[in-house]
């Protein structure tokens, strides 16, 4: 026979209905019903099962309802913010004056030589992905002339433009 799982007891299993069927949010809305579940005998399997979590989430959402409290089973997605950038403004700055100067090879500035110079800079190893989408953030974009055809002659080819007929 399945071990069944201990919840304290922050709120009724009728509270906790009512919260399920009352609630606004869909990521709230489904922790109330898995609790809710678990509060009227279900196994976490069972719950597993009809609510298509894993069981492993069902655990960690029951030990932070057990520690917390309802206020625990909101979405808390909202309150994380992510990872700190990984250039602060002036290291930005500092990337914009290089980006305008040459590269160091005297090519032309890509994804490796940025993330190069930026390892330098910071100390840390910095991807060549990361050193592309630095240059794709900043506008920076390859500015070369098109090639013309060496037998090129202006005067047969403002001649043409002004005979076209446009159809």
Do not use: C
Request: charged fraction near 20%.
């Amino acid at each position: 026979m399945p071990k069944k799982v201990q919840l304290e007891p922050h709120l009724s299993v009728q509270e906790l209905y009512t919260r399920y069927r009352t609630s606004s949010g869909l990521v709230e809305r489904s922790h109330y019903q898995i609790i809710w579940l678990l509060a009227s005998g279900h196994t976490p399997l069972a719950v597993s099962q009809v609510t298509g979590y894993s069981r492993i989430w069902i655990y960690q959402l029951l030990r932070r309802y057990n520690q917390l409290g309802a206020g625990a089973l909101s979405d808390r997605r909202s309150s994380n913010r992510g990872q700190p950038p990984q250039l602060n403004d002036l290291q930005r700055a500092q990337l914009w004056q290089v980006l305008s100067g040459p590269a160091p090879d005297g090519g032309l500035w890509n994804g490796r030589k940025v993330a190069d110079w930026l390892s330098e800079s910071t100390g840390e190893q910095i991807s060549r992905h990361r050193g592309w989408e630095y240059l794709r953030e900043m506008g920076y974009r390859l500015k070369v002339p098109r090639p013309q055809h060496q037998e090129t002659d202006l005067s047969q080819q403002q001649q043409w433009k002004k005979n076209f007929i446009s159809s």
